[in-house]
Structures are given as C-alpha cells and as structure tokens.
C-alpha cells in the first residue's frame, strides 16, 4: 500500500536546509543574485527542477517564472 504523501528522509532534508542556508548567504554577500540565479545553478548541478523548487522554497508554479527571469538577465 503507497502512503497518500512521500516522506522525505531526514539526510536529503538536512542537506537542503545546508543548500538554503549557503544560498542565503551567497545573496547577503552579494545583493544582486537573484532566485533565478540561484535556481540556475542548483539546476546545473544536476539537480531536479522539483528538488531545486523544494529548496529554494518555491512552488513548481513559479519555477517558469524564475527561469524566464534568469534567462532575460544573461542575453
């Protein structure tokens, strides 16, 4: 029988809430990184575009929103 919600294993929680907590110190250092940014390179790491929205603390909604803005930055 599948359980109606995923449970996350206590690691891959502790290693995001690391990510976080690197980005958001990446962003104080440097003001004008953005979201898109930083879901950029989560991305080009090789992570997921659902693991990086879970992450950054954003719903799957806005990742397009978030890419398009990066994207318009760097042309």
Not at 2 to 22: M, Q
Not at 31 to 36: A, C, D, F
């Amino acid at each position: 029988m599948k359980a109606s919600k995923e449970k996350n294993d206590p690691v891959t929680d502790r290693l995001d809430a690391i990510i976080r907590l690197i980005l958001d110190r990446e962003k104080r250092e440097d003001k004008e990184i953005t979201i898109g940014d930083q879901l950029a390179k989560l991305e080009s790491t090789g992570l997921r575009p659902t693991d990086a929205a879970k992450i950054l603390g954003l719903d799957l909604k806005q990742l397009a929103s978030y890419r398009r803005s990066a994207g318009k930055k760097r042309e």
